[in-house]
């Protein structure tokens, strides 16, 4: 992910009950901003292919690969941290034990402020 | 495992998956194309969003992760064309890993040209080594005669141990190299390079492959040590290897 976080004031047009500041802290993970992005053109996922992702973009930021231990530590944090805090927001929905994920609300502005070109 | 024709097929049926995510439709379609001929099943998964220029997922023949690394590496690592592992070794990037997927990489229509590359490649290994087996293929006389030089030389080193199969008649000698002579069998339709590693699994590696057409190879290469072994005993099973 770009370190460059863009314009916050973007995030004031979001209409959750989170203020920009929860936001920024929650978007400030890398897992929780890919996780966002990779549903917006894949609404119905799974947390194995999310975590194939998480580790593999790690990976490219780390010039290194990704092997089986970091694709099982990404899939660990999803599971208990990444996945049920979104799923609060109501940004997607998780079934730990199918080990599906669905997007729900997401905000356009958080798709602006992540990058994610929604006109395309 | 009955045959060699057995081997290849067993390392065909395992399929893995590679899965592109980037937008450059160019990038997974050259991508796809330098697989075609491996058992690799690629596919493109663009993501809006991401960060070019994205990167690969390796899965496996059950759909489990094996490795994911960045395009800008894997390229780096592949191109021009796909090297066997031993190659890779060299890089300087994890090539352990790498090697993790990219195992049991079966390959279409080699020439004898790229034959003698990976053959050579073991060979050199089995040199470092200086000790351990190495059972090598050659289907007909004459190659082997071209190579006797090497050989001799292979079998002074260490406390390496050579065997030479041939689908021809033999009656010659050549110093410290055992021939198995069995003509009519499978012999004369498969080129390989076994090495055992000595003492060392880590230096398993194997190449067997089937001359389908005149000069034409398909096959696979592997540095997992059961594939090796399983190639050793089914030598060893089925020849007079001293």
Redesign the interface.
Known sequence: ??DDLGPVGVLEEADTHLSVDELLRLLSVPATRLTI??L???PDTTA?QL???I???D??SE??????SE?DRARTHLYHSTLPRLEDHGFLEFDPKAGTVAKRNVPEPI?TF????TD? | MNSLCDAIDAVERRRSNLTV?TTDDHVAGELREQFSTVNVDVVHN??????EPG???V?GPDG???????L??FGAVLSPEIHPPWELRDTG??TE??F?FLENTLFAAYDRRQMLATTREIEDRAWRVGDGRLYTGFQRKTPFLEQRDVYERLAGRGTLSITVFIDDDWDETVEDVAVVSEPGSELGDFWFVVFDGGNDERQCCALLAEERSEGRYYGFWTYESERVIELIDHLERTYDVP
Do not use: K
């Open positions: 992910m770009d992005i990779y917006y053109d894949h194995d975590a194939a992702i580790a593999a973009n990976a490219v010039a290194s690969m990704a092997t089986e694709y798709y992540l990058g994610v070109d395309e | 995510y663009p993501v809006t969003g991401l960060r990167f690969v997922v899965r489990a992760f094996r490795g994911a690394l960045g800008d590496q990037i994890e890993d790498l993790d």
